[in-house]
């Protein structure tokens, strides 16, 4: 049974950092490609963040170059986020995807905040 669990969400100041982690399982992890999207009320899903599956190549979206960094870990079939400098329009739910050839799959979310 294929899983993806966020984790690491919560209410957070802006200015300051949340790390998300995204633990897979039902799956070789090392074969996929790994993303962060993340949905704000009434707005689109979008890519955040992107990183090949052996980990060597990484893409962001022009909104969080510089403050959020992507990374993964193969042994322990876990996707990171971790995200600096955070600003109220970070707030969202943000999604962990698997992507490899035709197959995808989600998580399920996890809520980020950013609030005074």
């Known amino acids: 049974q294929v899983q993806l669990v966020e984790s690491g969400g919560g209410l957070v100041q802006p200015g300051g950092s949340l790390r998300l982690s995204c633990a897979a399982s039902?799956?070789?992890?090392?074969?996929?490609?790994m993303s962060w999207y993340r949905q704000a009320p009434g707005k689109e899903r979008e890519l955040v963040a992107i990183i090949s599956s052996g980990g060597y190549s990484t893409n962001y979206a022009d909104s969080v170059k510089g403050r959020f960094t992507i990374s993964r870990d193969n042994a322990m079939s876990t996707v990171y986020l971790q995200m600096n400098s955070l600003k109220p329009e970070d707030t969202a739910v943000y999604y962990c995807?698997?992507?490899?050839?035709?197959?995808?799959?989600w998580g399920q979310g996890t809520q980020v905040t950013v609030s005074s």
């Open positions: 039902g799956f070789t992890f090392s074969y996929y490609a």
């Open positions: 995807n698997a992507k490899a050839s035709t197959l995808a799959y």
